[in-house]
């Protein structure tokens, strides 16, 4: 440990809380910059409404949700719309503030207009959701999954799962919400740090019993109930994936501000922990994503009034080590020594078409449906000994590998990459973003970066002069500096260019659904961008 920094280069950093130290310049951190502000209530439900917005039965696993202030009024008028067209609707929201953790400052509703105000007029920042009525129920509680997700790397992209995660369960049973039961926090909110100051609170020692358990033992009940456990794991592996998908082009834009490309820096990966509900019918909603997930692996205990002491918590344990430590050998910097050695003394013995044959099944690409081996079938009571048995043997030969456990985490992606790719809009309207930030280390767009991005890609007109684009740079950028996300830098940020290049889309291309305007512009872009390139090159070569 550095508390107060330290003078040798690491080839791996662990970071408590998050990237903050411009100074490295090799090795890998566990952390990316921005981690943390894209993960924020607010930020996710914005990054989550645009991927709605583009492709709204795909993202349908994130219940829908408004921004508060701003967006009290639509909130209002939706609600009041959607109950005129259905009466029979009688819905609950559930109300977080933006930041808070462990269920700080939740509160559920009934009627939008408790929304409570802090001071007079000032509402705090918050997201008020759709709260789901109908969770799945084990022993008559509700109960949450903590999945550990490991973001190995953002370009190219690769993503892990762990191969178990943790059930926390509320402390009492659950009835849907009435007036009556909605303050009772032991039977909606399912925060292991609310739970455990309740009375029925049980540390257990096993993993499929008390307050918080595997969610292994949790498949495995389902399972023997006859329940699709494996359509489930297919179902959570296209959440994560599809939130990833969405959450990773402002990462690009905090990257290329930290870690400008073609300068000496780190690389970065991070352990994200994924909070998801599953509903009666067994559908993984999306709660919240963790930027820094608790790894630890003790509760406090009340030994007599007053006196506690930190004891092992072997669900935690079981589940926290191995996602670490799996962690740690997929980071390996001598793994990958190894490996190349390895690849390099078989390049030189094999002949061409044996060495592609042996790099093949280095990769073992299997098939690509959303598939977790024999993990989920339905008499496997013992999941762990399933998992066990249905890992590869190691591709290399003996190593000190051999002795450990097969790895907990199992690539998601870019091994379902196919099935997911035409996802990626927004991911390639950041790349012309940060194409037109100019100088290294900003985030936010200047009025000439605009203006240079609508001229190289040819998008001014008869119709849509240069004097609107500037007036279109103001209306989108003043909104979004107004609603005080980021003060720090003047200009228009990725969601605020976002919007504006919609806007160019639903102009250009009208009849389309919005994906397909969305993609028809990008894709004229780059053709632009590229001519422009490929011109220039010729000219620099004349
Ligand atoms: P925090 O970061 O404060 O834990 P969460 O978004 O995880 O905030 O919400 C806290 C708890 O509230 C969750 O663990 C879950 O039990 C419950 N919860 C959150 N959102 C919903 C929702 N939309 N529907 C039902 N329950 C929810």
């Not at 921004?67 to 719309?81: N, Q, T």
């Not at 705090?124 to 949450?144: T, W």
């Not at 019993?209 to 494996?230: M, P």
């Not at 919007?499 to 004229?524: D, G, M, N």
Request: hydrophobic fraction near 40%; proline fraction near 6%.
């Amino acid at each position: 440990q550095f508390p107060f920094g330290r003078r040798l280069p690491c080839d791996i950093y662990w970071h408590g809380v998050s990237f903050h130290d411009k100074n490295i310049f090799s090795g890998q951190v566990n952390k990316f910059p921005g981690m943390m502000e894209t993960v924020r209530k607010i930020t996710l439900s914005r990054a989550m409404r645009t991927m709605q917005d583009l492709f709204p039965l795909e993202y349908n696993f994130y219940p829908r949700s408004w921004i508060l202030p701003e967006e009290l009024p639509l909130f209002m008028a939706e609600v009041r719309m959607m109950k005129d067209n259905n009466p029979s609707w009688k819905p609950t929201f559930i109300v977080k503030p933006d930041g808070g953790c462990q269920g700080d400052g939740i509160y559920l509703i009934k009627d939008p207009n408790d929304i409570r105000l802090t001071g007079s007029i000032q509402i705090r920042p918050a997201v008020v959701q759709e709260y789901i009525c109908k969770p799945l129920l084990v022993d008559k509680l509700k109960f949450d999954i903590r999945l550990y997700v490991l973001l190995k790397s953002l370009e190219p992209l690769e993503i892990y799962i762990a191969k178990d995660g943790l059930s926390r369960f509320c402390t009492e049973p659950y009835q849907e919400p009435t007036l009556k039961n909605l303050h009772q926090v032991f039977m909606h909110l399912t925060n292991y740090s609310l739970n455990i100051h309740s009375g029925n609170f049980i540390h257990s020692d096993s993993v499929n019993t008390g307050s918080k358990r595997t969610f292994s033992s949790i498949l495995c009940r389902l399972s023997s109930r006859g329940a699709d456990v494996k359509k489930l794991w297919s179902d959570i592996i296209s959440l994560v994936i599809k939130t990833i998908i969405a959450l990773t082009p402002e990462l690009k834009v905090y990257y290329q501000s930290d870690i400008p490309a073609g300068k000496p820096g780190p690389t970065c990966f991070q352990i994200l922990g994924f909070d998801i509900l599953l509903m009666k019918n067994l559908k993984p909603v999306l709660l919240e994503v963790n930027a820094n997930p608790s790894m630890r692996i003790e509760h406090e205990q009340e030994l007599s009034p007053g006196v506690f002491e930190n004891v092992p918590s072997p669900v935690d344990e079981k589940v926290k080590v191995a996602v670490i430590r799996d962690t740690l050998r997929l980071m390996d910097p001598q793994k990958k020594k190894r490996k190349d050695t390895h690849l390099e003394d078989v390049r030189t013995n094999q002949s061409a078409k044996g060495r592609l044959r042996c790099i093949t099944s280095l990769r073992k690409e299997t098939n690509h449906s959303l598939e977790w081996g024999c993990w989920a079938t339905p008499q496997t009571c013992t999941v762990e000994q399933a998992v066990e048995a249905s890992e590869e043997p190691p591709a290399t030969a003996p190593s000190p590998e051999a002795a450990l456990p097969s790895l907990c985490l199992k690539q998601v992606f870019p091994k379902y990459a196919k099935h997911f790719s035409y996802l990626r809009l927004v991911d390639r309207v950041a790349a012309l973003f940060i194409r037109f930030l100019g100088v290294k280390g900003t985030t936010k767009l200047g009025p000439t970066g605009f203006r240079t991005f609508i001229r190289n890609c040819k998008l001014s007109n008869s119709n849509f002069s240069m004097a609107a684009v500037d007036i279109l740079y103001i209306d989108i950028t003043r909104r979004w500096n107004s609603m005080g996300i980021d003060h720090k830098e003047s200009g228009m940020c990725l969601q605020a260019f976002v919007e504006a290049f919609f806007c160019l889309a639903q102009k250009k291309y009208k009849s389309l659904p919005l994906h397909e305007q969305v993609a028809s512009l990008i894709e004229l872009c780059e053709c632009r961008l590229a001519a422009l390139h490929g011109k220039r090159l010729v000219c620099g070569c004349g």
